[in-house]
């Protein structure tokens, strides 16, 4: 494989991951804010 | 309808907006001589980012010895959280890196010798360290205390980290001035300007998670204290 493909795969794979890592980074704290809320709202619903 | 964005939101929005607009840059005004030099941006800026983090944690660790509130444990720990995915973006994108550069693509992704990075993957792991510890203990209070202490312990590997390239052996550049030497290719006001771009837009990505992060601990600590008053009406 030319050098040029294998430049353009390294940096796609590294541009993927950035946001890859961005992305978690989103979602964990909202994903988990959601399910405590949900159980939160349960315990309240079986006073 | 009305659409009401959250103040924290803006944050987000504000950091994407900018990381978008580097990209822009990095293709329009960056020119390098292989298109795989672009990786300097992303790994640098993530270096700095875990390197920032890390610094926080340590703060709020010092900080919560020193008032015992649980606000400064909570950062240390959220600080540590964001590090670590950095970090381990740094490591990766700097082993592909050295495979394309001084590997040419011969599948030569990492050297124990080499001191950057071999002192970076301490530097992970030890943090990695520190979240599997600080998730093993139940009690609060000693939980705090004693993550605290070990993210203190933990700090030198930050420095070390850094400093690996300068003072031992290593084939990792530092941008440099001095034209021909590794790193002077980064010596540029305008690469220089498109990185520092991408230092902001990240490190206000890096203010957002913390709060989002902190909001969470706030929604953890409610749903303990439900639960807990719920075992004391069952008894």
Redesign the interface.
């Known amino acids: 494989m030319s ?2 493909i ?3 795969t ?2 796609s ?3 993927v ?2 946001w890859l ?2 992305i ?3 979602l964990y ?2 994903l ?2 959601r399910k ?2 949900r ?2 709202n349960r ?2 619903q079986n006073k | 309808m009305t659409f009401k964005l959250k103040k924290n939101s803006y944050l ?1 929005i504000v950091s994407l907006l900018l ?1 978008i607009i580097n990209l822009l840059l990095i293709f329009g005004l960056a020119s390098f001589e ?3 030099y ?2 300097f941006f ?2 640098v800026s ?1 270096a700095w980012l875990s390197y920032f983090s890390f610094g926080v944690s340590l703060i709020g660790h010092l900080l919560y010895l020193k008032q015992k509130k649980m606000n400064w444990s909570n950062l240390g720990k959220n600080s540590i ?2 590090g670590v ?2 970090v ?2 740094t490591l ?2 700097g082993s ?2 050295f ?2 550069t001084s590997g040419s ?1 011969n599948n030569i992704y990492w050297q124990w010798s080499d001191a950057r990075q071999t002192t970076t993957l301490i530097l992970l792991l030890s943090y990695i360290a520190y979240l599997i510890f600080r998730n093993f203990i139940e009690d609060r209070e000693k939980k705090a205390k004693l993550s605290a202490i070990l993210g203190i312990v933990f700090f030198p590997t930050v420095p070390l980290s850094y400093l690996s390239a300068i003072i031992f052996t290593s084939l990792h550049p530092l941008i440099n001035p001095n034209p021909g030497e590794p790193g002077s290719i980064y010596w540029d006001s305008i690469k220089l300007f498109i990185l520092l771009f991408n230092l902001v837009a990240i490190t206000i ?1 890096f203010f957002y ?1 913390i709060r ?2 902190k ?2 601990d706030i ?2 600590q ?2 303990q204290e ?2 807990y008053t ?1 075992m004391e009406e069952g008894r």
């Open positions: 050098e040029l294998l430049d353009i390294t940096i794979i590294s541009y991951l950035f890592v961005i978690i980074l989103i704290p909202k988990s804010k405590v809320q159980r939160l315990l309240n | 987000l990381l292989r298109i795989v672009i990786i992303y790994h993530a959280i964001v995915f950095f381990a973006f990766i994108t592909l890196w495979n394309a693509y990505l998670l989002e992060l909001e969470l929604a953890k409610k749903l439900r639960l719920k």
